[in-house]
């Protein structure tokens, strides 16, 4: 059940007014002395509105579609901000034809937008989406560029540390000030079925490889069989728990990322990347990642493609344990987060209380619980569909997660094909049958709650394409045979050591 944030437009405007007033004539006083009577009453009796402060924000595209209504809206209130947009990217390739961000462009983004805050005064807001590499917004955060939110927090009646999660809050701090917030998080995670993996939470390395060990012949990790695959789902994943973007550091020399990349090497490769075809879904598996986003995962989806029919069963009934990623200090579970913008420290601190004004409205219960989920009507032949896309992330307003919960609870999010008791996978002419009741109580809400409240990792969850690059051809290259572990141990750190230190 898979589910699925950003900004901005506008020019500046000056407004005056001026209202006629009728200065009482003395029939003795020259014409010269009447008019400069007059005169200084119209200009006692005018009022200009002061120019609006406005705001640039740094995205290396365009915004999407609930930010640029929430900037428009902003826009129109005529409060005295205004911000717009400076986007470093159109999504066109050289004919005006829609493309992805490659490698090249990315590169040339994050040029630009470095060059332009260190040396113009031209950007007021930064954030995740300003960059195409996130080490570049995370090195900015260690280098003092961002001013301390906590500061506008402290007099703000609606954003603050008791209406938004203050657990989120902690883990985004960097020596006690925080510089950006993020509007929804997730938990990156694994999760295991009891019958192979027991109940207890948050694998050591020895662990997980004790309970493959014991896994009946054939079986896969999240479905896969080859070094590649397993690769990118236990250690690819966990990649950011080996960087360190504040003191710009990496630690790839670490026990567990060789003990598991080892692991890996036991599979045979398929002598490339992991592919479709190499994932097996019916056997046994002992793990399989779960990005968890939504209350709605308090149900795990078992998918049977033999009978095909589909099971929901509780993660708080003991069928499956959440198990992180295998680390030596169980601590292989982390947070990450969407969104987060901070404040530039250089500008004057009326532009930053402009800022705040603006920024804080993402962080607000209205914006965040309508904005949880997308709802898409399909007219179809016979009728309309109803179809909910869940963010994917969790509000970190409180009220506007409970209001997600109980919304939750009375299946509000639920798709017309789950309410109907069928869901599509495989032939879409056979539809599956649901085995089990799909209702969630508020001891699943609770149960989800309590896990991500026990996670103390906050990461940033996509690898650098560059960093990933480096990586990715030293691992090959040992599964290939072509060299051994320790060399390619000392590859990565090495090369990577160099990445990380030109991004400061």
Same mark, same amino acid.
């Not at 309508?370 to 179809?380: G, K, P, V």
């Given at each position: 059940?898979?589910?699925?944030?950003?900004?901005?437009?506008?020019?500046?405007?000056?407004?005056?007014?001026?209202?006629?007033?009728?200065?009482?004539?003395?029939?003795?006083?020259?014409?010269?002395?009447?008019?400069?009577?007059?005169?200084?009453?119209?200009?006692?009796?005018?009022?200009?509105?002061?120019?609006?402060?406005?705001?640039?924000?740094?995205?290396?595209?365009?915004?999407?579609?609930?930010?640029?209504?929430?900037?428009?809206?902003?826009?129109?209130?005529?409060?005295?901000?205004?911000?717009?947009?400076?986007?470093?990217?159109?999504?066109?390739?050289?004919?005006?034809? @829609?493309?992805?961000?490659?490698?090249?462009?990315?590169?040339?983004?994050?040029?630009?937008?470095?060059?332009?805050?260190?040396?113009?005064?031209?950007?007021?807001?930064?954030?995740?989406?300003?960059?195409?590499?996130?080490?570049?917004?995370?090195?900015?955060?260690?280098?003092?560029?961002?001013?301390?939110?906590?500061?506008?927090?402290?007099?703000?009646?609606?954003?603050?540390?008791?209406?938004?999660?203050?657990?989120?809050?902690?883990?985004?701090?960097?020596?006690?000030?925080?510089?950006?917030?993020?509007?929804?998080?997730?938990?990156?995670?694994?999760?295991?079925?009891?019958?192979?993996?027991?109940?207890?939470?948050?694998?050591?390395?020895?662990?997980?490889?004790?309970?493959?060990?014991?896994?009946?012949?054939?079986?896969?990790?999240?479905?896969?069989?080859?070094?590649?695959?397993?690769?990118?789902?236990?250690?690819?994943?966990?990649?950011?728990?080996?960087?360190?973007?504040?003191?710009?550091?990496?630690?790839?020399?670490?026990?567990?990322?060789?003990?598991?990349?080892?692991?890996?090497?036991?599979?045979?490769?398929?002598?490339?990347?992991?592919?479709?075809?190499?994932?097996?879904?019916?056997?046994?598996?002992?793990?399989?990642?779960?990005?968890?986003?939504?209350?709605?995962?308090?149900?795990?989806?078992?998918?049977?493609?033999?009978?095909?029919?589909?099971?929901?069963?509780?993660?708080?009934?003991?069928?499956?344990?959440?198990?992180?990623?295998?680390?030596?200090?169980?601590?292989?579970?982390?947070?990450?987060?969407?969104?987060?913008?901070?404040?530039?420290?250089?500008?004057?601190?009326?532009?930053?209380?402009?800022?705040?004004?603006?920024?804080?409205?993402?962080?607000?219960?209205?914006?965040?619980?309508?904005?949880?989920?997308?709802?898409?009507?399909?007219?179809?032949?016979?009728?309309?569909?109803?179809?909910?896309?869940?963010?994917?992330?969790?509000?970190?307003?409180?009220?506007?997660?409970?209001?997600?919960?109980?919304?939750?609870?009375?299946?509000?999010?639920?798709?017309? @094909?789950?309410?109907?008791?069928?869901?599509?996978?495989?032939?879409?002419?056979?539809?599956?049958?649901?085995?089990?009741?799909?209702?969630?109580?508020?001891?699943?809400?609770?149960?989800?709650?309590?896990?991500?409240?026990?996670?103390?990792?906050?990461?940033?969850?996509?690898?650098?394409?560059?960093?990933?690059?480096?990586?990715?051809?030293?691992?090959?290259?040992?599964?290939?045979?072509?060299?051994?572990?320790?060399?390619?141990?000392?590859?990565?750190?090495?090369?990577?050591?160099?990445?990380?230190?030109?991004?400061?």
């Amino acid at each position: 059940m898979k589910r699925l944030s950003i900004f901005l437009m506008a020019a500046m405007t000056m407004l005056a007014g001026c209202s006629d007033s009728g200065a009482s004539k003395n029939s003795s006083v020259s014409d010269t002395t009447e008019a400069s009577a007059s005169s200084a009453s119209f200009e006692s009796t005018t009022t200009e509105k002061k120019p609006d402060i406005v705001l640039t924000m740094a995205m290396c595209s365009e915004p999407w579609k609930d930010m640029k209504a929430l900037i428009d809206r902003f826009n129109e209130e005529d409060n005295g901000v205004r911000v717009e947009i400076k986007s470093f990217w159109d999504g066109l390739d050289a004919e005006g034809n @829609s493309t992805g961000m490659t490698d090249e462009i990315q590169e040339q983004i994050d040029f630009a937008v470095t060059q332009e805050l260190i040396n113009e005064d031209t950007i007021d807001l930064v954030g995740q989406f300003s960059f195409g590499n996130a080490a570049k917004y995370e090195i900015f955060k260690r280098k003092g560029g961002f001013v301390d939110l906590y500061e506008f927090m402290k007099d703000d009646p609606e954003v603050n540390r008791e209406t938004l999660n203050s657990h989120i809050l902690d883990l985004c701090e960097r020596d006690g000030k925080l510089y950006s917030i993020p509007t929804y998080y997730t938990a990156y995670t694994m999760i295991s079925k009891s019958e192979y993996g027991g109940n207890k939470r948050n694998w050591n390395i020895d662990e997980f490889i004790d309970h493959w060990d014991k896994m009946p012949e054939g079986s896969t990790v999240n479905w896969s069989m080859t070094s590649e695959g397993i690769y990118y789902d236990v250690l690819r994943m966990n990649t950011p728990a080996f960087i360190d973007y504040k003191n710009c550091e990496v630690h790839f020399d670490h026990p567990d990322f060789r003990k598991m990349l080892e692991f890996c090497h036991r599979f045979d490769s398929n002598m490339g990347q992991k592919r479709d075809g190499d994932i097996a879904y019916d056997n046994p598996q002992l793990v399989e990642y779960l990005i968890l986003g939504d209350y709605s995962q308090a149900l795990v989806e078992e998918e049977n493609y033999t009978n095909n029919t589909v099971a929901f069963p509780h993660l708080r009934d003991g069928s499956y344990t959440l198990v992180g990623y295998a680390t030596s200090d169980r601590n292989g579970a982390y947070l990450c987060g969407m969104g987060e913008c901070s404040i530039r420290s250089n500008i004057s601190k009326e532009k930053q209380e402009a800022a705040w004004k603006f920024l804080r409205e993402f962080y607000r219960e209205e914006y965040q619980a309508e904005n949880y989920a997308f709802c898409d009507r399909i007219q179809m032949p016979d009728g309309e569909v109803v179809q909910y896309t869940m963010r994917g992330g969790f509000p970190i307003n409180n009220a506007a997660r409970k209001t997600v919960a109980e919304k939750t609870i009375k299946d509000e999010y639920l798709s017309d @094909s789950h309410k109907e008791g069928t869901l599509t996978f495989g032939d879409p002419n056979d539809p599956a049958t649901f085995l089990t009741d799909q209702k969630i109580t508020q001891a699943d809400i609770d149960y989800i709650d309590d896990y991500i409240a026990s996670i103390d990792r906050w990461e940033q969850p996509h690898t650098d394409r560059a960093l990933f690059n480096i990586i990715e051809e030293e691992v090959l290259t040992y599964f290939h045979g072509e060299q051994d572990v320790d060399t390619a141990v000392d590859h990565i750190q090495n090369r990577a050591s160099i990445w990380i230190s030109e991004q400061g």
